[in-house]
Every structure is written in structure tokens, then in C-alpha cells.
């Protein structure tokens, strides 16, 4: 099989094993698959100096038994019964995905960043300053299109959860410098959440609208999605939010009308009505991800049968996750980008090991410090994906001021997907960006020096890599010797990934490396059972 016909296989098949409305950020890039498809995949490229053989060898790697026109009648038949079943869920679909109810609000902004600055007691963070805080909360407005910063404001509070977040003599300082500022219209408030009643109070006293990280985190998501499920969690994550401005909008119908109305004689209050839809939206966006769910399950097992090896590679967000996948695979159709959040939809792309054993590297969506709760909770059915993966790749800005805070913030995250041990245990962790650095050394035990931009240490974490892939996935390394009259050569170039073949022309075989997994070499030993080898 040559290079096309295994990257026609790759893409089916991550297509069905994986599965494949922005707003304008700055700028947009990438491409969907389509409807069906909860990841992108970037067929691999072919690998470089290319050892003994060839052609099988791009087959074997694939895994793929058969190359007949009869396998492609089905895989076309099996995407029109796919696509049929994709327009029947979008119909179903097209009313959870609508426009957003909060999207009004947040159109061009010009923003005033405050953060609350904790300077002692319990609540003073760890492991970071109010400066530090303060960058990471002006990167995340600048990752918006049309939302430009005008002020930066630290201001020391003791406890950020009370009503005006600030002490009476701070907030009055605090207002009259907002009000100072030209054409400001909006304040975004560098807090987890506010309740309701705060955002009022606050929206009163300053005459513009405020925002907290879990409303600007959220509009960034927001933007980004690309795939229904993306559109589907985060409209499951804007419920909270709905039922805070119903409380709000409420209240304030009440004081102007003097109480609470029936609607229509049904029965039922205002809030009773709205709180009901919100109810049923919200079941609906649960049994339609779990619909998503299911049929992602389906296909792992898919994904299974075929043994590809999946490589998820996570970090904190804008930590160079997606320059390293594409620096791995060679695939110049990634494009990484220099912002925040800017992978929200899991992708998929394939490359090669050294031993040119086919694996699939998952770029996933990027960490946050103080990523609210409800949040995580909502992009669950995403991360769950990464509880399949065979191996977790952790890779660290290690030239970032905060980048301890930010390992604790991921591995934080990760212990609370409840992944299996063993993904724990063996997850590599890559420094990236050494190149920044002078003279550089990890200090922890068995990390990796890397500069995905300039390719420096990637044969050592591909090594690594592979080291690891091996002992997860059962696969061995094993020399074979074969007779080159019989069919076994050919055998293990379609199911295994040949390495070297060693050919003794005296006696009519060849010693054959291959890396071979458990399933196939029982197969190799049923069908050739006098046939001799050796673990390499």
C-alpha cells in the first residue's frame, strides 16, 4: 500500500474512531470535518529515509488486512447511513444550537480589568502575585476580537466573596477611577464568580456592564467551538448563568410591578415558566451529549480493533501543545496559534514513531487556574476521551513565571476526571520552549527538554514516546525468521510494522524485525507455527 492509499485509511478511520458558529476571534483558523465529527484529523506524513520494506510497510503500519474494492463500496456505504444519521441529529439539534441568549452582551467592549488582590488570610493565593494574575486576566481580553483594554487596576481586598468584593474606602476609590475612564463599557472583574446580586449592585454603581472569569472564559469557548458537542457543553455551562439573570430580572419585575404574575391563567409565575424551560433545555442538552456520548463509544471500540495507539497531549492553555503535535507529525496544516483557548475542539492527527509504528496524537482543549467548577463539569464528555488515551503527554511552558502553578492547576484537573492509574503513572512530561533559556536542565525526575518550534530534543520524547506505547498497548519487538518462498513476509508487512529486513540469500530466508501486537502475533503463530523468533 502506498502513502495515499494509507492516509485514505488513517482519515476513515479516525474519522468513525474519534468522531469530526465561531465567533470572530483574532484570527480564525482551522477546519471541521462536518457535523459527525467531534475531532479534525491531519492525515500523517510520510516518513522520512525510509528503511527496508517500503510500500508494506505503510500498510502494515495502518494496521490494514484487505485492499480491495469491496472494502471501499462498504466504508462508502457506511458514510451515507453516517451522514443520514448526522442530518437527523442536526435537525434535532438546530434549536439547542441556536443563538446564544447572552450573546448580546458581549459585543465590542472597551474594558477596564480589575483584580481583587488578596494580600493575607486564608484566601491569599499560592505560588503566584497580583502582578502575574493581572497578565493572565489581560490575555484573556485580548484573546477577544473588538475588546481592547483601557486600565488595569490591582486593588488589595481581604475578602473577595462580599457583597462589593471591596472595603467601603477601596470600592468608592475604586468607582471614581471607572468613571474617569473615556468610553469605558465594560469592567471585567478577575474573580471565579459573582453572584447576581453583586454584578447588579456593581453594574448600578458603575453604569457599565461587569463581567467574571466564568463569563469571559465562557464567551471565549463560545467562539471557539466549531463541533455541535463544543456548542452543545457550552450551552449546557451557560445555564447557571441563565438562571442568575432570570433571578435578577425577576426581582427587578417585581419592584416595578409590584409582585409576581401569572401567565395566561396557567398556573404558573414568571419564574416558574422560565425556571421549567430552562429545566427541559437543559435535559435536552444532556440526553443529546449523551447521545454524542454513545456514539463516541461505539467508535472507540472501533478504534480499539484496529490498535492504533492514542497519544493525548495536555497542558496548560497556550503552552505549545499544538506546535509539538505538529513539529511530531510534520503536518504543515496545523496552524498554532498564540492565544488562549485557541484548541476547544479536540483534533486528531497522525504520525509515525521511530520504529514507524502509526499512532494518533489528541491535541486537547488548554487548562486554566480558578476554571470555575461547572465549567470543567460542563466539558466532560470531552475530557472523559482522555481516560482512552494510551498515553498522556504533559507539556509545560517552562519559561512561564508561573509554570509550577500552572503543573499543579492541570494535574489537578486530571486527578479530577478520575483517570486510570496507570495513565498517572506513566504520563510523560515534556518542558517546552528551552530554546528561551540558556543552558537549560529539567529539575524534576524523567522530564524532557524540548523546543517544539525548533525541533530540539524531539527524538529523545519520541524514544520516550515509544518506550512508553510499547509497555501500555502489549506490543512486542520481535525478530522473525522467515522462508522468502513463503507468504510470510507478506503477512507481516500487512499486520505488523516491519523494520529491518536482513535477507541470507544461502538459504533462502530473512531475519525481519517488526513491532507486532499481541493479537496479530497469535494470528502469525497459528498460521505459521514452525516459524522461528526472537524478542529484539
Not at 476513515?12 to 459527525?36: E, I, M, T
Not at 523546543?451 to 530540539?456: Q, V, W
Not at 518462498?485 to 544461502?506: F, I, N, T
Amino acid at each position: 500500500m502506498g502513502p495515499g492509499r494509507l492516509s485514505r485509511a488513517l482519515l476513515l478511520h479516525c474519522r468513525r474512531a474519534l468522531g469530526a458558529a465561531r465567533c470572530p476571534l483574532k484570527p480564525p483558523y482551522g477546519r471541521s470535518l462536518g457535523a459527525a465529527a467531534a475531532f479534525r484529523l491531519c492525515a500523517p506524513q510520510r516518513p522520512p529515509d525510509g528503511r527496508a520494506g517500503g510500500r508494506g510497510r505503510w500498510k502494515g503500519a495502518a494496521g490494514a488486512g484487505r485492499d480491495d474494492d469491496n472494502n471501499d463500496d462498504d466504508e462508502d456505504e457506511e458514510e451515507e447511513e453516517e451522514g443520514d444519521e448526522d442530518e437527523e441529529d442536526d435537525a434535532e439539534l438546530e434549536e439547542l444550537l441556536g443563538p446564544s441568549p447572552l450573546g448580546p452582551q458581549f459585543g465590542a467592549h472597551r474594558v477596564a480589568v480589575v483584580h481583587p488582590a488578596v494580600r493575607w488570610g486564608p484566601k491569599k493565593p499560592l505560588l503566584t502575585t497580583a502582578e502575574l494574575q493581572m497578565a493572565e486576566a489581560v490575555a484573556l481580553v485580548d484573546t477577544l476580537q473588538n475588546w481592547t483594554v483601557l486600565d488595569k487596576i490591582i486593588i488589595p481586598t481581604k475578602n473577595p466573596d462580599k457583597k462589593f468584593v471591596f472595603g467601603k474606602g477601596n470600592f468608592e476609590a475604586l468607582t471614581e477611577r471607572i468613571k474617569k475612564l473615556p468610553h469605558v463599557t465594560a469592567v471585567f472583574l478577575n474573580v471565579e464568580r459573582i453572584s447576581s446580586v453583586t454584578k447588579k449592585e456593581l453594574e448600578d454603581a458603575w453604569g457599565v456592564k461587569v463581567f467574571d472569569r466564568y463569563t469571559v472564559v465562557l464567551h471565549i469557548f463560545r467562539c471557539n467551538a466549531r463541533t455541535k458537542e463544543a456548542k452543545l457543553q457550552i450551552a449546557l455551562a451557560e445555564i447557571p448563568l441563565l438562571r442568575s439573570n432570570l433571578k435578577t430580572e425577576v426581582s427587578h419585575l417585581d419592584q416595578q410591578r409590584g409582585g409576581s404574575r401569572y401567565i395566561m391563567g396557567s398556573g404558573e409565575t414568571f419564574m416558574e415558566t422560565q425556571n421549567r424551560l430552562l429545566r427541559e433545555k437543559e435535559l435536552k442538552i444532556r440526553n443529546a451529549l449523551e447521545k454524542l456520548r454513545k456514539k463516541r463509544s461505539l467508535l472507540r471500540t472501533q478504534r480499539r480493533k484496529r490498535e492504533f495507539p492514542i497519544i493525548s497531549v495536555m497542558g496548560y492553555t497556550n503552552c505549545g501543545k499544538t506546535t509539538l503535535i505538529k513539529a511530531l507529525t510534520g503536518d504543515a496544516g496545523i496552524q498554532p496559534r498564540d492565544q488562549l483557548f485557541a484548541t476547544l475542539d479536540i483534533t486528531a492527527h497522525a504520525g509515525y514513531l521511530p520504529s514507524h509504528m502509526a499512532v494518533i496524537y489528541v491535541d486537547t482543549i488548554g487548562f486554566l487556574s480558578e476554571l470555575p467548577h461547572n465549567l470543567v463539569e460542563s466539558f466532560s464528555a470531552t475530557l472523559e476521551e482522555v481516560a482512552y488515551s494510551d498515553l498522556i503527554v504533559h507539556v509545560r511552558d517552562i519559561t512561564h513565571p508561573e509554570t509550577i502553578l500552572q503543573k499543579a492547576s492541570v494535574l489537578s484537573v486530571l486527578k479530577d476526571l478520575n483517570l486510570p492509574s496507570h495513565l498517572l503513572e506513566s504520563m510523560v512530561e515534556v518542558h517546552n520552549k528551552v530554546d528561551l533559556i540558556e543552558s537549560y536542565q529539567p529539575t524534576e525526575e524523567n522530564a524532557l527538554a524540548i523546543s517544539a518550534l525548533h525541533g530540539h530534543g524531539l527524538e529523545e520524547l519520541k524514544e520516550e514516546i515509544e518506550k512508553k506505547i510499547l509497555k501500555a498497548t502489549g506490543k512486542k519487538i520481535l525478530t522473525i525468521t522467515v522462508n522468502l518462498q513463503g507468504p510470510q513476509l507478506s503477512w507481516l508487512y500487512k499486520e505488523s510494522a516491519v523494520q529491518e529486513v536482513d535477507v541470507m540469500p544461502d538459504d533462502g530466508t530473512a531475519r525481519v524485525k517488526v513491532i507486532i501486537s499481541n493479537s496479530a502475533f497469535g494470528k502469525y503463530r497459528n498460521l505459521f507455527p514452525n516459524s522461528k523468533f526472537f524478542v529484539s
